[in-house]
């Protein structure tokens, strides 16, 4: 870790706890997010700077927070489709509107 974070952390009275070797699941939501970066896009890109990762990986956020149903980990494509296809909105979010 860097000396400056290290710093920085002191002065605002933050302790830094590493997860157990072996043990993601300390991590789950961040090893969730690392996985999910990984395979919609890193696998699936041949990158050719740095400046074009930045460029990519703040479109890719961007969308990722702001742009996609939050739906269910498991749900299949299928589902996501048939989602969409009633307005573009969820289930739930159709039963909000006619309540």
């Not at 896009?41 to 990762?53: F, G, K, N, T």
């Not at 961007?62 to 589902?79: K, L």
């Amino acid at each position: 870790m860097s000396g400056k974070l290290m710093e920085w952390t002191e002065k605002q009275g933050v302790i830094i706890q590493h997860i157990q070797p072996g043990q993601p699941q300390q991590n789950a939501y961040i090893e969730r997010y690392n996985r999910t970066v990984r395979h919609e896009w890193l696998d699936q890109y041949i990158i050719e700077s740095i400046d074009e990762a930045q460029d990519f990986a703040t479109q890719w956020l961007w969308a990722y927070n702001n742009g996609r149903t939050n739906i269910p980990f498991m749900v299949c494509r299928q589902t996501i489709v048939w989602q969409r296809g009633i307005g573009g909105i969820t289930p739930a979010q159709k039963l909000k509107i006619a309540a």
